[in-house]
């Protein structure tokens, strides 16, 4: 059988295939026009078959009825080229078939449980801690600090802010693999590791052409896979599939993330169902669940070329850059020691230890004042920092107002709080949380204050949120 060169059109088909995949994803209107010519020049390159096959296949029995010299009606070239092409540039995304997972599969579910349960312990901790005259050890402190707030610097006020803190909209975050997997040079924030909401972000931000919740046929028709990312559905998280914090052939992009924000980590924080009202009543039982529920989390890391993995595949060592489904995990170990991650810092401290040993009473002889170093955190209110404050750097308004503690730990209600999400031009005017609300702990209030040394003094700050306002 010889072999005839391939169809013209055919040929222009595979080029428009191939350079179709190139268009950054914000460019629509190309992406649209190389789909239309990709799809004439197939069709031109099937209904050509017949032709090419009656040219260059003779003398040869070709699949079906007719032999001799020219007699093939080349009905099985046309099929086999047809089946090729599919193949070649048929249905993409999700690594190129999502026909291998189940319907309805849920991508990082389990790894995200862990971690939203270990954020739920950790911020009854703290709030236990700061309502209590029962102190925490300070190893423990620690840790709870960073893997609240991503750091122990006591200086740095305790707070998580209701919209996408405002550093995920510069130009250094959009290095998902660098801030996922990665050692940010001379950046000591946003690394693998560096807190709990950065790791849930890393973890269940849609990547590239918003996977794992679209695939396309031929490059340019969209379809969605109906799968979830760390339990949520699409749309949760996109209004469209050019939506992604992704790093791919030279291009990244991070849009969107404001959506993962408030469905994954505000998502769960809110699913925090107890009442919080006697924190310091049960501390010990607090630390106690927060300890098995990091060591639960510890068990769920994959070893990803000799470095701890949350989220992704067992044997697919794949960086954190997120430009498909397997790439959308974090990679720790990448920094030095000095940048540990939250949970071996945490899991050092509570290892071996009962609850009791990391829980400091107050002597009698102290027993009615506050000391100095605790002053900086000690809260007013029932609930950890919620902040409307879109993130960045702490603000200090000036206020040299002496406030005083106060022993009374009741909840405020401020009815007219408000909030505008302008950190994102992207829109969607989903609810991603109303599954949420049923149990939703209330409105979440905001406290803080900063010691009495020479440090510029921050006012007394107070924002409070009421119950679904998070996502009006």
Known sequence: MRMAPLHGHCRFAFLISYFSQK??????????????????SLLFCLFGCKSLVARTMKDTEVIGKGKGRGKGNGKGVWVALLVMVMVAM???GVSGSYEDYEKGHNFNGKEHEALCSVFKASADVWEASKGSPLKLDKNLEYGVRQALFGTHDERIP????EGLPAA???YSLQYRGTRCGGCPGGDTNYFAGWSITHDLMCLCTPGYYSEPFYYWILGFIYRETGFRLCGRKREDMVPDQYQGWYSYNGYKQAKGLHSSWKAVVLGCYNKRTKPRGTEGHNLEEKVKKLSEATQHFTTLLKQSG???KLGGFEKHHTESDGKDEKSMHVRYG???????????????????????????RPSSASSGAVPAHDRHTRSTGRGMSISQEEGGESKDPGDTNTTTLDDSYTLELDSNSTHADNTSTDTNGMDPHAE?????????TFHYLRSSSRRPRASLLLVSLP???LFL
């Open 23 to 40: 268009i950054p994803p914000q460019y629509k209107a190309p992406q649209k026009l190389y789909g239309y010519g990709l799809l004439s």
């Open 90 to 92: 048929g249905m993409r």
């Open 158 to 161: 305790e707070r998580i802010t």
């Open 168 to 170: 995920y909209n510069t």
């Open 306 to 308: 000799g470095r701890p």
């Open 334 to 360: 990448a920094c030095n020691d000095r940048r540990q991650p939250w949970w071996k810092k945490l899991n050092e401290t509570l290892m071996g230890k009962k609850p009791e040993q990391l829980i400091k």
């Open 436 to 444: 949420d609300h049923d149990d939703d702990p209330g409105p979440l």
């Open 467 to 469: 119950l679904g306002s």
